[in-house]
Each structure stands twice: as C-alpha cells, then as structure tokens.
C-alpha cells in the first residue's frame, strides 16, 4: 500500500507562486509514475502535470505548460508541483497521485492511478 500526503497550497493573489509536496510512505515509488490533477467548483477533474520514474519525462496540460513544473525527489519519496504565474482559474482543489508502470498513453487518465493524495486547496485571487 501506498499513502500519498499533499500539502502546500494556500491563498494567493495572481501571478504568485506556490509549490505543493505529496509525500508518499508504504514503499519506495520506484517505477512508479506521479501525477497532479486539479478540481476546481463546479468542474470535473482534470489532469494538471506528471512524471515518469525513468527517465524522468514530464507532460503538462496546455494551461499549465510554461508556468507549473514538476518534479521529484526520490530519496525523499516525494513529488512537487511549481505553480508560478498563477492565475485565478488555476484555483482549484489539487490531488496528487500514483501509480505503478502506467504507460505512456495513460499518462493523462486519471484512471490509470490507484492511489491519491487527500487534496490541498489552492486559492489564487485577482
């Protein structure tokens, strides 16, 4: 089993940054690919950025690309998400997540991970 913990959003007025930390306890998230999707009111969930575990390809949804980044550190056990350029629609509820040996065309489908962060708040203000 795997417990993934999020944290790090907050209140911020646009164009700040914020990083948020999904740290993980269980086992090690070797060949495990990482993921952040997003909620925000009224919407669906949707895909916000990932990571592979080798090489450590990344993809981002097009509102995102040039402005989140992320990353992880392994020795950590942990995954980050840069938020810089923020933007009021960028507010929204975010999860990270996890899954073992997801292949490249299921990067993006939620559906391809089977464990998830609790979610932390990101309130970006105009």
């Known amino acids: 089993q795997v417990q993934l913990v999020d944290s790090g959003g907050g209140l911020v007025q646009a164009g700040y940054s914020l990083r948020l930390s999904c740290a993980a306890s269980g086992r090690t998230l070797s060949g495990y690919t990482l993921a952040w999707f997003r909620q925000a009111p009224g919407k669906e969930r949707e895909f916000v950025a990932a990571?592979?575990?080798?090489?450590?390809?990344?993809f981002y949804a097009d509102s995102v690309k040039g402005r989140f980044t992320i990353s992880r550190d392994n020795a950590k056990n942990t995954v980050y998400l840069q938020m810089d350029s923020l933007k009021p629609e960028d507010t929204a509820v975010y999860y990270c997540a996890a899954s073992y040996g997801v292949i490249v065309s299921n990067t993006y489908n939620q559906a391809a991970y089977n464990y998830w962060g609790q979610g932390t708040q990101v309130t970006v203000s105009s």
């Open positions: 990571i592979r575990w080798s090489p450590r390809t990344t």
